[in-house]
Structure formats: structure tokens, C-alpha cells
């Protein structure tokens, strides 16, 4: 792009970029007096974006009196985002245009391998996945990976017994080198909450905790809108709280005392020793709907503990809402068995509400991510700093999917 070493420029052609995204369709006078630039500067900025394929006209404006003005929008599919949703039984992936709605998705069960097993699998399923939709490879610019541990400096995932063999690859690295984009890699429910944060707009507060219960258990925290991440990023590992199981138990350490007594597995666990029978974890809650007496236990006795866990995080944080999610945390039956005991051990009030988003909230935080970066480095060529906030696609965008 011709502007791309006038920083002053590139400056100006982020605000009007945001301004675009933010309210398109929109005119240029309307940009001009929205960002205080003026209408020249607009004018050419927006020529140069228009001849780069970057934005385009999408009609004009009606209602006015006098002349009708030309307005633009962002052009969605002068390039494309790949957000993954990495699980310990599943891997999801989704491609997005510019402005973030779902073009493509495909979910596979994760390969066993581990390690380079997992970066290959993934960086074939977005193959696949461009392929069935006629997509060039090429017009995919970033990849987010969601994964279920801790991504580490060195660029191997900590903390992430259900996949094995990410602790001793630079998983980012691995996989950039088989997809040839950059790639991004964070914590799953870090992204989950990220993706309820932007997709929901839940209220006016820009507080949010979101807690995974599935495969494994995790919290992301939004703080003032911003991630928390803490000094080792692993900040929201609360699987690893000293309760439930015996935290002094080894196994405790490489799994976490509470994860042991209230994720999947453990539910499953439970549900054996009541009745000597292994079902999986829906057959479990179809039997607690039915009313058997030792489903209805299990559920009760993982409810129990996340409630412990909630207060915990309440009472360290104190934030406006708690969203609960992950395959298990999802299912309203088990928020309402957690509202009571928490309400019966915590003295505060805090709202306690269902992942609007499913299984889905983890890809939509990863889009976010993607595109607020892809958006720096198509329209101010990667400058320093910049920065242009997103607005989320409509809400069905990621709602369908996750039915």
C-alpha cells in the first residue's frame, strides 16, 4: 500500500478504518466529521483502500435532502481468519471473513498421536475445510489456536494432560511452518470468555468470568475488559484449587485436586462406583432427568464442588458475572444445582448464567483475536500500537453453528 511509510498516515487510515467497521455503511463525509480528519485526507485514504480492494461501496444514502452520497463497508473477503478450538476429545475449526462471520466449520475427533500429530491434523483440516469451500489457501493471513493448558515462552503448552506431547513441541511454530501464516496460540477458555465478552455484550460491565467444566476445568477472566493472564499465564487454572480430591496427592499436581472430583472423567468415575455400570456424561444427565437417584448424585456432587470453586473466584475477584460452559457447565440442569449451594456457602450476590454461545465461544474468541490483528496488518501495514477494535458479527453467526 502506497501509504504504508507515512506513519502519520498510517495513523489516520487506522481511525478511518475503525470508523468504517464500527458504523458501516458510512459515507465519507460521515468519516470525516466522525474522525476530525479532513474530508481531503478522507477522501484519498479512502481512493487508495478502494483501488486496493479493501473497502467497497455497498449503495447510498437515502432520506437526506439534497445530492445522495456513496457509502462504504469493509470488504469481507479480501481476506480470510482460521479460528481452532483444540479439545482433548475434539478439535473445531472454523474460518471467518473480514468481518467475522462464519464462511466455513468442521469439527473431528483429536488424534491420539499428541505432539506434531496434533499440528499436522489441524493444519489439514484447514486444507480440507478451504478446499470443500473453494477458498485459496492463500487468502487465509492468520490462524488462532485455542488449546487446553498454558502456552508457555518457549512455545510449548504447559498444563495439558488430556493432549499429550504439546509440552515438548513449540506448538506455534510447529504448526505456522505446515500452514504458512503466523499463528496464534492461547488458552481455550481464556478465548471462550473473550468470545462471550464480544459476542454477548452482557450488560454494560466489562467484568466477566467464564468457567469451562468438560474435559477438563477452567476459568478465563475478562477484567475491564482486558484478559487476565497473570505473571505465568496461568491465571484462571482453577482445576488446580486445593479441594475436592486431596491436593497433596501427585496426581493432583499433574492433573488439579478439583478437576479430579468434577470433570468429565470423574463424573463418569462416580457414576461407576454408584452403580457398577460406565455410561457417558449425557447418558448420566438423561438418567438425573428420569430421576435416578445415583446420576442425580454425581450431578450433585460436581455441582457442589463448583460451587466451591465460584465462591472462590467471587470472593478473590468479585466480578459482575459468572458464565458457565464447557460440555458438562453448559447443561442448565447442573447451574441449577450450583445456585444453591453457592447461595448456602458465599454471602454475596452474583449473577450465574449458561454459555450463550455452546461450544462455539472459544472459536468466536479466537476470531476476535484474528481479526483485530489481520485489521492492523492490512490497513496500517503492522504499525506499531495501532490498534482497531472489531465490532462482533451478528449473534447467529456463531449461534447456528453451535446447535
Same mark, same amino acid.
Given at each position: 500500500?502506497?501509504?504504508?511509510?507515512?506513519?502519520?498516515?498510517? &495513523? $489516520?487510515?487506522?481511525?478511518?478504518?475503525?470508523?468504517?467497521? $464500527?458504523?458501516?455503511?458510512?459515507? #465519507?463525509?460521515?468519516?470525516?466529521?466522525?474522525?476530525?480528519?479532513?474530508?481531503?485526507?478522507?477522501?484519498?485514504?479512502?481512493?487508495?483502500?478502494?483501488?486496493?480492494?479493501?473497502?467497497?461501496? /455497498?449503495?447510498?444514502?437515502?432520506?437526506?435532502?439534497?445530492? #445522495?452520497?456513496?457509502?462504504?463497508?469493509?470488504?469481507?473477503?479480501?481476506? &480470510?481468519?482460521?479460528?481452532?478450538?483444540?479439545?482433548?476429545?475434539?478439535?473445531?475449526?472454523?474460518?471467518?471473513?473480514?468481518?467475522?462471520?462464519?464462511?466455513?466449520?468442521?469439527?473431528?475427533?483429536?488424534?491420539?498421536?499428541?505432539?506434531?500429530?496434533?499440528?499436522? +491434523?489441524?493444519?489439514?483440516?484447514?486444507?480440507?475445510?478451504?478446499?470443500?469451500?473453494?477458498?485459496?489457501?492463500?487468502?487465509?493471513?492468520? /490462524? /488462532?489456536?485455542?488449546?487446553?493448558?498454558?502456552? +508457555?515462552?518457549?512455545?510449548?503448552?504447559?498444563?495439558?494432560?488430556?493432549?499429550?506431547?504439546?509440552?515438548?513441541?513449540?506448538?506455534?511454530?510447529?504448526?505456522?511452518?505446515?500452514?504458512?501464516?503466523?499463528?496464534?496460540?492461547?488458552?481455550?477458555?481464556?478465548?471462550?470468555?473473550?468470545?462471550?465478552?464480544?459476542?454477548?455484550?452482557?450488560?454494560?460491565?466489562?467484568? &466477566?468470568?467464564?468457567?469451562?467444566?468438560?474435559?477438563?476445568?477452567?476459568?478465563?477472566? /475478562?477484567? @475491564?475488559?482486558?484478559?487476565?493472564?497473570?505473571?505465568?499465564?496461568?491465571?484462571?487454572?482453577?482445576?488446580?484449587?486445593?479441594? @475436592?480430591?486431596?491436593?497433596?496427592?501427585?496426581?493432583?499436581?499433574?492433573?488439579?485436586?478439583?478437576?479430579?472430583?468434577?470433570?468429565?472423567?470423574?463424573?463418569?468415575?462416580?457414576?461407576?462406583?454408584?452403580?457398577?455400570?460406565?455410561?457417558?456424561?449425557? +447418558?448420566?444427565?438423561?438418567?438425573?432427568?428420569?430421576?435416578?437417584?445415583?446420576?442425580?448424585?454425581?450431578?450433585? #456432587?460436581?455441582?457442589?464442588?463448583?460451587?466451591?470453586?465460584?465462591?472462590?473466584?467471587?470472593?478473590? &475477584?468479585?466480578? $459482575?458475572?459468572?458464565?458457565?460452559?464447557?460440555?458438562?457447565?453448559?447443561?442448565?440442569?447442573?447451574? =441449577?444445582?450450583?445456585?444453591?449451594?453457592?447461595? #448456602?456457602?458465599?454471602?454475596? $450476590?452474583?449473577?450465574?448464567?449458561?454459555?450463550?454461545?455452546?461450544?462455539?465461544?472459544?472459536? =468466536?474468541?479466537?476470531?476476535?483475536?484474528?481479526?483485530?490483528?489481520?485489521?492492523?496488518?492490512?490497513?496500517?501495514?503492522?504499525?506499531?500500537?495501532?490498534?482497531?477494535?472489531?465490532?462482533?458479527?451478528?449473534?447467529?453467526?456463531?449461534?447456528?453453528?453451535?446447535?
Amino acid at each position: 500500500m502506497s501509504f504504508s511509510g507515512n506513519v502519520s498516515r498510517q &495513523l $489516520s487510515m487506522s481511525t478511518i478504518v475503525q470508523a468504517i467497521t $464500527s458504523y458501516a455503511p458510512i459515507s #465519507r463525509a460521515s468519516i470525516a466529521k466522525m474522525t476530525g480528519l479532513s474530508k481531503q485526507t478522507v477522501s484519498e485514504i479512502m481512493a487508495q483502500l478502494e483501488l486496493d480492494g479493501l473497502v467497497q461501496t /455497498v449503495g447510498q444514502t437515502e432520506g437526506h435532502v439534497g445530492r #445522495r452520497a456513496v457509502v462504504y463497508e469493509i470488504n469481507p473477503r479480501v481476506a &480470510l481468519v482460521a479460528a481452532v478450538d483444540l479439545g482433548g476429545t475434539k478439535v473445531r475449526v472454523a474460518i471467518c471473513n473480514l468481518v467475522g462471520e462464519v464462511v466455513a466449520e468442521t469439527v473431528a475427533p483429536t488424534t491420539k498421536d499428541g505432539g506434531e500429530a496434533v499440528t499436522a +491434523q489441524i493444519a489439514e483440516l484447514i486444507r480440507e475445510l478451504a478446499s470443500e469451500k473453494n477458498i485459496e489457501p492463500d487468502a487465509i493471513r492468520t /490462524v /488462532v489456536v485455542g488449546v487446553p493448558g498454558v502456552p +508457555q515462552p518457549d512455545g510449548t503448552i504447559a498444563f495439558a494432560p488430556n493432549v499429550p506431547g504439546v509440552d515438548k513441541i513449540d506448538f506455534a511454530d510447529t504448526l505456522s511452518e505446515v500452514v504458512g501464516v503466523e499463528v496464534i496460540v492461547e488458552n481455550d477458555v481464556n478465548l471462550a470468555a473473550l468470545g462471550e465478552h464480544w459476542m454477548t455484550k452482557r450488560g454494560d460491565s466489562d467484568d &466477566l468470568v467464564f468457567v469451562s467444566i468438560g474435559t477438563g476445568i477452567g476459568a478465563g477472566l /475478562v477484567i @475491564g475488559g482486558n484478559l487476565v493472564r497473570g505473571a505465568t499465564g496461568a491465571a484462571g487454572e482453577v482445576g488446580y484449587l486445593p479441594f @475436592g480430591a486431596d491436593p497433596f496427592d501427585p496426581e493432583s499436581l499433574r492433573v488439579g485436586a478439583l478437576e479430579r472430583v468434577s470433570a468429565t472423567q470423574a463424573l463418569i468415575a462416580h457414576y461407576h462406583d454408584l452403580t457398577g455400570t460406565t455410561v457417558s456424561v449425557p +447418558q448420566i444427565f438423561e438418567a438425573a432427568l428420569s430421576g435416578e437417584e445415583a446420576a442425580q448424585a454425581c450431578l450433585e #456432587r460436581t455441582a457442589h464442588n463448583i460451587a466451591l470453586a465460584i465462591g472462590a473466584i467471587a470472593a478473590v &475477584l468479585d466480578p $459482575s458475572c459468572i458464565v458457565i460452559g464447557g460440555s458438562i457447565g453448559a447443561r442448565s440442569e447442573l447451574t =441449577a444445582l450450583i445456585e444453591p449451594v453457592l447461595r #448456602r456457602c458465599f454471602p454475596g $450476590s452474583i449473577p450465574i448464567e449458561n454459555t450463550i454461545l455452546g461450544n462455539h465461544a472459544a472459536l =468466536a474468541g479466537a476470531t476476535s483475536i484474528a481479526l483485530s490483528r489481520l485489521h492492523v496488518a492490512l490497513f496500517t501495514g503492522g504499525l506499531k500500537g495501532a490498534e482497531i477494535q472489531v465490532p462482533p458479527p451478528a449473534l447467529p453467526t456463531f449461534q447456528e453453528l453451535a446447535r
